[in-house]
């Protein structure tokens, strides 16, 4: 796992909900499930990392630049909480590294000459499928 910048807990504001789904009377008077939001805008990252979370074209950010994360997985609250906050810190690390650029490259003259002379060899062998013509 990628380890990116930590999220202080101010920045993050966790609501406990009602669970969806299955579960009986259990999932209808508890409250297990947990609502994660956090500001990209007015939170303490870096610059950098802000502006490409806001890029990031993820379901989960509102175009008010809000991440919704909704974690429901476990009966406790404690474990979707941690799970809720895993998944934010996964999300910002995964912008947290620049990918290497990318350096364009050209095919070698022998990679050329291999792919003009299978194009040539698959052209005889298409050509020679035609109808044949009596003189």
Known sequence: ????????PEEVQ???????????QNVNKVSNAVHLRFDIAASSLAKPIRER?????????????????????FRSLEKNRAEALRRLEELIASVAVLP???????PSRGAVARR?????????????????RVA
Not at 53 to 73: F, H, M, T, Y
């Open 100 to 106: 290497p650029t990318r350096r364009p490259t050209r």
């Open 14 to 24: 966790i609501t406990a909900i009602r669970a969806q789904g299955a579960g009986g």
């Open 53 to 73: 979370l806001l890029r990031l074209g993820d379901q989960r950010i509102s175009k008010d630049g809000v991440v919704n994360i909704k974690a429901q997985e």
């Open 1 to 8: 796992m990628r380890t990116g910048p930590k999220v202080p």
């Open 116 to 132: 003009l002379d299978s194009k040539t060899r698959r052209a005889s062998i298409k050509t020679g499928r035609g109808k044949v």
